[in-house]
């Protein structure tokens, strides 16, 4: 069965800090990789995304990520840190067969401190 | 373009009450997901539908029934409601032609049962 854990429920860091949010797979096959961001009150937003190809994957608003298959990681990493980015981030495990189901973490509250 | 099309935003319930959440996509998706989000466990697929025709069960399918009415379309139906289905409810599709690609959220239902 396809999972996927994230560590951290809280996260403060300062405005113009360097980020990481972590997360963590099972899958038994490649997955596909997503990160979303929520800000408060509304859905979600896609940062980026992995299938396949290049392991360090770029997304929207400067952030990007990188898949690592022997630690069943897919960490998402910003350099600067803004204080707009404040908001709940999601990891999301997707299967490509099975059913194409979609499974997220519990995700990671990100504070950042002005 | 209007994307994934959830109803009602907002709804209160009594207990005991049904009430069925309508979910529609104009993308031409083969997939359809229905998600709870509660704080701290992140979003827990309830049930969803690979492709028209088809429905499965997801983490947490006790107390609902979905429809997959057409490929446009798919329904969240509570038969009895209880306070513990009180949740922020949200719809999700996604298109599995060519590479694995992400999901498209509607902006939420939230549901309070008293």
């Known amino acids: 069965a396809q999972s996927v854990t994230q560590p951290d429920i809280h996260i403060t860091v300062s405005e113009g800090a360097s980020l990481e949010l972590r997360c963590n797979y099972s899958?038994?096959?490649?997955?596909?990789l997503f990160w979303y961001v929520q800000s408060p009150g509304q859905g979600l937003q896609l940062l980026l995304k992995y299938f396949s190809g290049d392991t360090l994957v770029q997304g929207i608003k400067g952030f990007e990520a990188e898949f690592k298959r022997s630690q069943s990681s897919f960490n998402l990493r910003k350099p600067s840190v803004h204080w707009s980015d404040a908001a709940e981030y999601f990891c999301a495990v997707g299967a490509s067969g099975g059913g194409n189901k979609l499974t997220f973490g519990t995700g990671t509250q990100l504070k950042v401190e002005l | 373009n209007a994307g994934v099309t959830q109803t009602p935003k907002f709804q209160v319930l009594k207990t005991g009450q049904s009430m069925t959440l309508q979910c529609a996509q104009d993308?031409?998706?083969?997939?359809m997901y229905w998600y709870r989000q509660d704080p701290g466990m992140g979003l827990r697929l309830i049930y969803y539908?690979?492709?028209?025709?088809?429905?499965d069960k997801g983490e947490v399918p006790n107390g609902y029934n979905v429809s997959r009415l057409n490929k446009r379309e798919f329904s969240l139906r509570l038969e009895s409601a209880a306070p513990s289905q009180t949740s922020v409810y949200f719809c999700?599709?996604?298109?599995?032609?060519?590479?694995?690609?992400?999901?498209?959220f509607g902006q939420g239902t939230r549901l309070t049962v008293v």
């Open positions: 999700a599709s996604r298109s599995l032609t060519g590479s694995g690609t992400e999901a498209f």
């Open positions: 539908s690979a492709s028209e025709g088809t429905t």
């Open positions: 899958y038994g096959a490649t997955p596909y």
């Open positions: 993308m031409n998706h083969n997939s």
